[in-house]
T-cell receptor, first 116, second 110 residues
Framework: DTAVSQTPKYLVTQMGNDKSIKCEQN?????MYWYKQDSKKFLKIMFS???????INETVPNRFSPKSPDKAHLNLHINSLELGDSAVYFC???????????????FGPGTRLLVL | GENVEQHPSTLSVQEGDSAVIKCTYS??????FPWYKQELGKRPQLIID?????GEKKDQRIAVTLNKTAKHFSLHITETQPEDSAVYFC?????????FGTGTSLTVIP
């Protein structure tokens, strides 16, 4: 049931620190995503990688930098953390279908980030 | 780009009643419409999906309908149970991107 895994599950840190969140999927999917979910529960897309190439980069501060070392991993590094970065961050993955459209997304368990 | 609107934002129903959540989308190229359920403190999980070549799909107490002409799709839950209480998200996909609705918080009152 841990097809998409994230570490750490909880992250409490001080403003100004730099932190990383790791994501791995063992589903053989070719596309991976990072979402931010705030207290209002909106799921906001941040980044999307297809076969290690960045394909979506929404309006996100450049303090956030994704890195995809291979198709199974998409890590998120955050510099100079701010109070407003506190949220739950979800990694997800999906597969490109035979017709070119996307198949179902599978989400990781989330990383609860609290910036003090 | 695509714009997905979801209504209502909150919904309370008595146990055993039906619940309906509606979503509209703007991009006629969208061709895949999944619905996700997110329980408190958990990850969103797929509960049902529909593709643009199908008008309706049912899985036990859950059904989804799609009206491509009007660009809207709906989630129907019948005989609701307390364990159906959660936040439900609709989504539409166009190309590589998933566009999520803003979520509906469903409460089933025993």
């Amino acid at each position: 049931d841990t097809a998409v895994s994230q570490t750490p599950k909880y992250l409490v840190t001080q403003m100004g620190n730099d932190k990383s969140i790791k994501c791995e999927q063992n589903l053989g999917h070719d596309t991976m995503y990072w979402y931010k979910q705030d207290s209002k529960k909106f799921l906001k897309i941040m980044f999307s990688y297809n076969n290690k190439e960045l394909i979506i980069n929404e309006t996100v501060p450049n303090r956030f930098s994704p890195k995809s070392p291979d198709k199974a991993h998409l890590n998120l590094h955050i510099n100079s953390l701010e109070l407003g970065d506190s949220a739950v961050y979800f990694c997800a993955s999906s597969r490109t279908g035979t017709s070119g459209g996307m198949e179902t997304q599978y989400f990781g368990p989330g990383t609860r980030l609290l910036v003090l | 780009g695509e714009n997905v609107e979801q209504h209502p934002s909150t919904l309370s129903v008595q146990e055993g009643d039906s619940a309906v959540i509606k979503c509209t989308y703007s991009d006629s190229a969208s061709n895949y419409f999944p619905w996700y359920k997110q329980e408190l403190g958990k990850r969103p999980q797929l509960i049902i999906d529909i593709r643009s070549n199908v008008g309706e799909k049912k899985d036990q107490r859950i059904a989804v309908t799609l009206n491509k002409t009007a660009k809207h799709f709906s989630l129907h839950i019948t005989e609701t149970q307390p364990e159906d209480s959660a936040v439900y998200f609709c989504a539409a996909t166009a190309g590589n991107q998933f566009y999520f609705g803003t979520g509906t918080s469903l409460t089933v009152i025993p």
